[in-house]
């Protein structure tokens, strides 16, 4: 059994019920970052949860972080503008070095560096992360960055970027993940000095941009761990990323199920509740089965995470069912609240836009499944 975490459940929603949705909406129109909100969740320590007490943090476990993510989108707010720091930051806590974890730990953990961007992206390689093309090259003591990434979310509020890079040119039978590095970049400094950041407008209010390299220059200090040996660095953060994420998911799905819940008992037509008629409790009903049942997944990929395994079925499967079951959750409310699901101020539509990300983000559905047919199923490999 895992820990359920009444009290940080507790003190989260009280935290988030300062921000309701006229919040959320007016970011929203603005297409504005949730700066108070984060720096709300920031001061409460809520963000540093993860990070060991050595290094400043609160040392909990995984499951203490997805108690806080999942309540945060349980109560309608969105985690999206920060969660990052919570898995981003296990790539420098596992791989770093001492002098690195203690130059940056603690000032992330109270709030005085904000470690957000995670560039692993780019335009022409996708999904094929292997396929990346932004170069570091080294010189006498430092690294020159060249090349471009998309869809780095938060760049343009965060003081950090975890980086990934091609060190090593792929030649002819090497194995594409090979050669890649992984940095820490302080943005303020490349800012100046190389780095651009635009940002790219999108169905939700994401904070996400693209970013330029420009002979951006990184001390040889800021590599972490081993040349050579990123994507495997990377790749070791994706359980904890996908859990995280699946958590996020069950809460909208929980505070989506919870809004077409009470609509169909309020909203009375033809002379009774909507939700007295099967055509329309059914739906929710079988959306809340759904969700428990992704919800045990992501319990399940939690105990054998904290167990010291790595669950990489269980992550990939919490993620893609938890995703499906906000996805349903999102549609069915649309459709219980009538015309009122497509008005900004019930809510819904913006849930609906903002839960639809993640059959995409961070991995997509399709992946998920290839990852499954092959490594768990013996499948041969799709790509
Ligand atoms: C709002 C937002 C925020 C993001 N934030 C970040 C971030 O902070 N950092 C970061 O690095 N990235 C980020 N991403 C990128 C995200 O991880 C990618 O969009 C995602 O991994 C899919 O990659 P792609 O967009 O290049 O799609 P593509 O790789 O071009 O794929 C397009 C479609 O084809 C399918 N597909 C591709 N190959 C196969 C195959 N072999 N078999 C079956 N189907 C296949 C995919 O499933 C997908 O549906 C973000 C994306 C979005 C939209």
């Excluded at 129109?29 to 700066?35: D, E, F, L, N």
């Excluded at 951006?216 to 081993?226: A, F, P, R």
Aim: charge should be negative.
């Amino acid at each position: 059994m895992i820990e359920t975490y009444p009290e940080i459940r507790e003190a989260v929603t009280r935290l988030c019920a300062k921000f309701p949705g006229q919040y959320w909406r007016e970011c929203d129109r603005q297409m504005a970052y949730p700066a108070e909100f984060v720096q709300a969740l920031t001061e409460a320590g809520w963000l540093s949860a993860l990070i060991p007490e050595a290094y400043g943090g609160a040392g909990l476990p995984l499951s203490a972080g997805a108690a806080i993510l999942e309540e945060i989108h349980k109560s309608g707010a969105n985690a999206g503008a920060c969660h990052a720091q919570m898995y981003t930051m296990g790539t420098l806590l596992r791989h770093g070095s001492e002098a690195q974890k203690q130059k940056y730990l603690p000032s992330i953990a109270d709030g005085s560096l904000r470690l957000q961007a995670f560039g692993v992206t780019e335009p022409s390689s996708g999904t094929d992360t292997g396929a990346l093309t932004t170069t570091a090259t080294l010189t006498k003591d430092h690294y020159v960055i060249n090349g471009q990434k998309i869809w780095t979310s938060r760049a343009e509020h965060s003081d950090l970027m975890i980086l990934l890079a091609r060190t090593t040119p792929l030649t002819e039978g090497m194995k594409s993940t090979h050669g890649l590095s992984v940095f820490i970049l302080d943005m303020r400094e490349a800012l100046n000095n190389g780095l651009t950041i635009h940002p790219i407008k999108t169905m939700m209010n994401h904070a996400t941009t693209e970013v330029f390299f420009d002979n951006v220059q990184v001390s040889t200090d800021n590599l972490i761990g081993e040349e050579g040996k990123g994507f495997r660095y990377i790749l070791s953060g994706m359980n904890a990323e996908r859990i995280l994420i699946a958590a996020e998911c069950i809460g909208d799905a929980k505070w989506l199920i919870d809004k077409a819940t009470n609509y169909a008992k309020d909203r009375s037509v033809f002379g009774r509740a909507i939700g007295q008629n099967q055509g329309v409790q059914f739906p929710i009903a079988k959306a809340y089965a759904n969700m428990r049942a992704a919800e045990l997944m992501v319990n399940e990929a939690l105990r054998l995470y904290e167990a010291g395994e790595s669950p990489g079925a269980e992550a990939n499967m919490a993620k893609m069912l938890a995703a499906d079951a906000s996805n349903e959750a999102a549609n069915v409310a649309v459709q219980t609240h009538g015309g009122f699901g497509f008005a900004e101020e019930y809510d819904i539509e913006r849930k609906f836009r903002e839960t639809r990300l993640y059959q995409v983000a961070p991995v997509s559905t399709n992946l998920i499944l290839s990852y499954l047919a092959e490594h768990t199923l013996g499948l041969p490999r799709s790509y």
